[in-house]
């Protein structure tokens, strides 16, 4: 079978004959970019054949390459099969880059109660007066230390077989580990001695992108260390259409696998900096959106992406770690959350949980931002919920010079309302490269204060500044000069730009008017708006609402609750109660299926404004635009 | 590897150098006699090489062969080792001969209400408007039809993921299948279309000789076919001790196998006969003495063979038939009886339930006879139980004609007082070659009831008549001349075999009343004996009293339940509520260790006479003994 050798790094991987060079690179761990799943319509898995036998078809790649660069060797790993040995260059933009993984420090206000639990019993050698059999005098032991009754406590047969020997070898001083399960008990373990302090538990952020898993002491409820890594899935491709048509191709095993083998990455990484063996890791939590989910536990999702849109299941799942392959005892239970539909997955549900919005009287919002959003909408009593597509706009995508979250980007924009000069923070520091989510947000909102551009985002061309000009095809405002830059261009911001990320905050703002419409409430009635995940955690609250993204309400009202993903399900991990209510929570929840709303097309509309067309629903935005407006007028008044 | 080639038949089995013929004897399937197991002692596993080499100790066969045998090529099939390829010649008599395996049609007096049940669903598909998640779909559709609450069903993965295909691909019209298991139920299975008929269990009887199974329909409560076979287990050692010491050279994985290949013989062999196929088969209940549950599921039974007698477990057990290799769907839930303790194991659980005493008011006696015993005393309130050797006496061994149930033995004696020519049966009707147990039994009863011998048992050698005689070691009673025979020698009973008959009948009496002297109970206070296993079911319950082998008790009040393991298998198959009751009635049961109990020698010793020392117990016995001695008197008087 040919070797395919990827340069540089040297990395190789041996396939079949025929093979493409992505199945070459997936088999090597080589995560290249594969926005659309290996179709060859991306053309973002550029390489570069430098030795050996491959086959492609030409005609297809007129559409990406040159004659130049085709005659250097330029093919698309996916459309390229391997006879023979190869050597392959891979050029550095081909493979994913490094980018900001949300990682905190959890401070949890829940009590620690786990599903899980070690009893260290000195047990009675058993002797002709008493033969109680070995498995009923541990059992017996462990209703005497409190636990739960012995007839509760399903054994598993791989426990029970090495009971015998473990026992005398012990000399009847052994730990048990009993977990609540669904239906009862399980007895998870039994090890030599007292090890009662050698309890752990994992939660895990199962992302498109990225997987961020918390390891805790189960014995005392502290965490122990925390770790983050991509989604090794990302090589069949980036979003959840690409991996779920991917997946079609009797692909899923693998898809499971990659799950699989990305979240033993990032515990394995966690426990080798605890010092934590990862045999006892007990018992694992998983939180993830309802295509992610699928994957990992390797249901096919094919029905989830056509019509009607059906996921097969819904409830909380429940597994043994040895039986999907995840690297902990093989006996660990592990938990998936529940989901509403195919676009309120458990990583929503983890999101509620971390808000504690299921659980109070206040009527809250909960706004969850990527390349799709999620909203819910309501309180203990009731909860709506709904789903889109925002677009990449947030996520620095269909801008010219978007990007994302990785060095370079700029994140933080202010715009001086008299010069007009902007100042910039990039991630990392670095010299500016392109423009992330935030700083397209902060960018719209310090526009409009300077009255660049108006509320239907149109610049001001009559502004005579070298920074506002026409360019190739629209309008546009430059943010930094070619020479401040690391790209050797100048970074702008365009007329087009700017309704593209109109149009993506739009869908947002109309998602929520659409679920406060649905419930008769207005913004007055919201106690807290909740924003998830990374996007929420960077961005400035005050500019979201001057730009329309969320409806207005006070600021200390709008609260970033960070990862919510990996909160609930460290929140679920520690708290059997928690845990216990999820399935409650995500029956209760009602989805809205925004395309089947005829109001939502209305909403949508009537956000396509900065903040929106009805000014009454933003009355202090609307002050602001005011006082800006004079201040524009007398100084820029020709 | 050298292969060994068995004649007759040229069964062939390829091994390491170095193995045992015994080892290339089970790899090939072939049943040895092997009553030690393999440790060269009992001399039954003989065989002839003929060709190739072969290494032994010749000292070691010097106990067994006469040099002419050994220079013919005689040596023990366990303690030769090859090392090139070998023909070797297995005689008749080495190999496990055909038995007579006890094979009822059951008429069960309990309400048939299975713990598994089919629903055939048409469901809506979904839509736009409904897009009830899969599994929801389905489990509501249970929950319709009178099944069990969606949140109660567990779901295992292996269901799960087949279902969003076979949903669709049956156009949503489908059969699932739901258990009752311990803690709520469990989706056994999926199948497209109406397959609600093709619902089957198994009851299987998992004895240490014989493998009894019974396949049901649950979908009507009939039985469609039964099968039987050895327990391939026998090639390991014959008796459970044997087994245990088999084990513990890193075997146990060997003898699980071979319980579980002996199961599936069974398993197919009922399928095959009643059209059945085995994926449709998802139930499994197995009755089964305490070692043999613990091997069938890979437990080490080490510890119950040597003080303190520990059993690893007591309790109902349940397992996925594919986790230990039973051959029925894999998911099929498999269920193995409690046990009280390590001599009082399922089978008798099994015994109890079939005889219903545990869920009677009145008091009940309950024997089990091998070549150990098992006695029960007691009612709905409370049970005594205990077990003892009864050596192989009753069995046909350790006398000197006698045998097995096999074709050819002697399981029925009539002798004429008056003349003392005796009449009897034979297994198949063939010439006689030995006695078996009902056989021996009869013999005893007949010949104190012929004067032939005193209440010591011994002959009476003043009688002149040519069938008693001094023989060899000990006076005799000839039962056939040499030309009635198959073997060309006189069939006869020893003084020897009637002390060891009288032994082993002396232990199952006296642990009878070991119990009920516990309970401070005389025989007028049982209402019923159920006698249990083949024994039991050949035997005349007048001679069984007659000679003291059980209480004196009107006949009438004297059952045969046949082979109670696997009735009472076939009743917790088909009766979700009697399954329901095994772990209490297995935890009300008391053990009384006869060896810890003083009084057990002095029962055992007053029971060393025919039928026992206090005629007071026996007072009809007494009366008919009375009558023949007066006979005896007017015949034979001097």
Redesign the interface.
């Known amino acids: 079978m040919p070797t395919v050798t990827f340069l540089p790094g040297f990395r190789k991987a041996v396939v079949p004959k025929g093979s493409t060079i992505l199945d070459a690179a997936q088999r090597a761990n080589l995560a290249m970019n594969v926005v659309c799943g290996g179709q060859g319509k991306c053309g973002k898995c550029v390489v570069y054949v430098r030795q050996g036998s491959v086959s492609f078809d030409r005609e297809k790649f007129r559409h990406f390459f040159t004659d130049e660069e085709l005659a250097e060797g330029a093919c698309l790993a996916c459309q390229t099969h391997v006879y023979s040995d190869v050597r392959v260059e891979v050029p550095e933009h081909t493979l994913i880059q490094e980018q900001k993984i949300l990682v905190e420090t959890p401070v949890l206000a829940v009590p620690f109660h786990p599903s899980v639990r070690k009893y260290f019993l000195r047990l009675e050698s ?11 005098r541990l059992l017996e032991g462990v209703e005497r230390r409190g636990g739960p009754a012995a ?2 406590i ?4 791989e426990v ?2 090495d ?3 473990m026992l ?1 070898r012990a000399n009847w001083a052994i730990t048990g580990t009993v977990a609540l ?4 008990y399980r007895l998870i373990r039994v090890e030599e001695g007292d090890s009662e302090e050698r309890l752990f538990g994992a939660a895990v952020d199962l992302g498109t992108t990225t997987i961020v898993t918390y390891l805790w002491s189960l014995a005392d409820g502290q965490t122990v260390s925390s770790a983050s890594n991509y989604n090794r899935q990302i090589a069949c491709g980036e979003d959840i259409l690409s991996r779920v048509n991917f997946a079609k191709k009797d692909r899923l095993v693998r898809l499971q696998q990659l799950a699989v083998e990305s979240i033993n990455d990032a515990l394995t990484a966690a426990a080798d900096a605890a010092g934590v063996d990862l045999e006892d890791v007990v018992e694992v939590v998983v939180a993830g959106n309802t295509v992610m989910t699928h994957l990992l ?4 999702p ?2 989830m992406i056509a ?9 909380m ?1 429940s ?1 043994a770690a040895g ?2 392959g995840i690297a902990t005892n093989p006996n660990a239970g592990v938990y998936t959350f529940p989901a509403v ?2 676009f309120i997955g458990g990583d929503v549900i983890a999101d509620i949980l971390a808000s504690g919005m299921a659980e109070h009287d206040d009527l809250s919002l909960l706004i969850d931002i990527g390349t799709n959003f999620e909203v819910v909408l309501g309180s203990s009593e009731w909860m709506l919920s709904c789903a889109g597509a925002a677009g990449p706009a947030l996520e620095g995508g269909e801008v010219l010079f978007g990007m994302r979250a990785n060095p370079g980007a700029i994140e933080r924009v202010q715009v001086d309302p008299d010069t007009l000069a902007p100042t910039y923070e990039t991630i990392n520091g670095v010299r500016p490269r392109g423009i992330c989510g935030s700083g397209l947000i902060d960018l719209l909102a310090e526009l409009i204060r300077a009255c660049v551009i108006d509320r239907t985002g149109q610049i001001d061309m009559a502004i005579r500044h070298p920074r506002i000009r026409q360019g190739r095809y629209f309008p546009e405002f430059v943010v930094a000069w070619k020479e401040e830059t690391d790209i050797g261009k100048d970074i702008v911001i365009t007329e087009n730009d700017i309704k593209n990320l109109i149009m993506s905050k739009a869908a947002v703002h109309g998602a929520c008017m659409t679920l406060m419409n649905a419930a008769g409430i207005t913004h007055h009635d919201i106690s807290a708006i909740y924003f998830s995940g990374a996007f929420g955690n960077y961005l400035s609250k005050e500019n979201a609402v001057t730009i329309g993204l969320i409806p207005e309400v006070p600021l200390e009202r709008v609260k970033n609750i960070g990862n919510g993903a990996i909160t609930g399900a460290n929140i679920a991990l520690i708290s059997r109660g928690k845990r216990k209510i999820l ?1 409650d929570i995500a029956q209760r929840i009602t989805y809205v ?1 925004l395309n ?1 709303e005829p109001s939502f097309m209305d909403q949508y509309t009537s956000s396509c404004f900065l903040p929106h067309t009805d000014l009454a629903l933003f009355p202090e935005v609307q002050k602001m635009l005011e006082t800006c407006r004079l201040r524009r007028e007398e100084k820029w008044q020709p």
Request: hydrophobic share 30%.
């Open positions: 058993p002797t002709l007066d008493d033969p109680t059999p070995d498995l009923n007839s509760t399903y054994v598993p047969l029970l077989r009971l015998p020997q005398r399960v669904p239906g009862g536990l390797g249901i096919d094919a029905y019509e009607p849109y059906v996921p097969a299941v819904r409830r799942l597994t039986r999907i539909s195919n399935d299926e089947a």
